[in-house]
């Protein structure tokens, strides 16, 4: 089974903070994606990664910045957290061939106050 | 853009029935079309993944089908359980990383 994990379920940080949230896959595969959640609006890209060292951005990248040095291992990171950052943040990942099916992650819940 | 509407937002059913969530989409020019589950607080399971050659998929009471040419998909719950209450949203791929989601429905299965 493939697996993704996500390195906290919760967090709570204040603002101005800097965070990172990280991803892990165990299946070797190439895309890596980070989204936020929030009510109402779905689900929302902030960005993706095919490579190592390789990103893309999404529909909503401004304050966020991410890192993949190694395959397995997609960083999210909030420069400088802000209360409107307060979301639900999934990861995920799938293969670059193939049915490209998308594998989840169980999710972090951020606070920023 | 791509644009994924999914109704209705919440559905309320009693427990044996069998039932049928919507799926839109604005482009027809997709790659795959995945359904998953999300529960409360939870990150979304896969359910099934259409891919665009295909016209639908079964897995146990779950059946996915697909008409690319009218923009929709529908999952069909069959002898639905209390257990299947959760939020079901469905995902379009243009190109094996550009993904679209909808807002989900939300199901409650009343025992």
């Known amino acids: 089974d493939v697996k993704v994990t996500q390195s906290s379920r919760y967090l709570v940080k204040r603002t101005g903070e800097k965070v990172f949230l990280e991803c892990v896959q165990d299946m070797d595969h190439e895309n890596m994606f980070w989204y936020r959640q929030d009510p109402g609006l779905g689900l929302r890209l902030i960005y993706f990664?095919?490579?190592?060292?390789?990103?893309e951005k999404g529909d909503i990248p401004e304050g966020y910045s991410v890192s993949r040095e190694k395959k397995e291992r997609f960083s999210l990171i909030l420069e400088s957290a802000s209360t409107n950052q307060t979301s639900m943040y999934l990861c995920?990942?799938?293969?670059?061939?193939?049915?490209?099916?998308?594998?989840f992650g169980p999710g972090t819940r951020l606070t920023v106050t | 853009k791509q644009e994924v509407t999914q109704i209705p937002a919440a559905l309320s059913v009693p427990e044996g029935e069998n039932l049928v969530l919507n799926c839109s989409f604005t482009?027809?020019?997709?790659?795959?079309l995945q359904w998953f589950r999300q529960d409360p607080g939870k990150g979304l399971t896969s359910l099934l993944l259409?891919?665009?050659?295909?016209r639908e998929q079964t897995s146990g009471r779950l059946n996915a089908s697909l008409d690319k040419s009218s923009g929709r998909s529908t999952l069909y719950i069959a002898a639905s359980q209390p257990g299947d209450s959760a939020t079901y949203l469905c995902a379009v791929d243009l190109a094996g990383n550009q993904f679209y989601f909808g807002t989900g429905t939300s199901l409650t299965v009343i025992p």
């Open positions: 259409i891919q665009s050659s295909q």
């Open positions: 995920a990942s799938n293969t670059g061939t193939g049915s490209f099916e998308q594998y």
């Open positions: 482009d027809s020019a997709i790659y795959n």
């Open positions: 990664s095919y490579d190592v060292k390789m990103k």
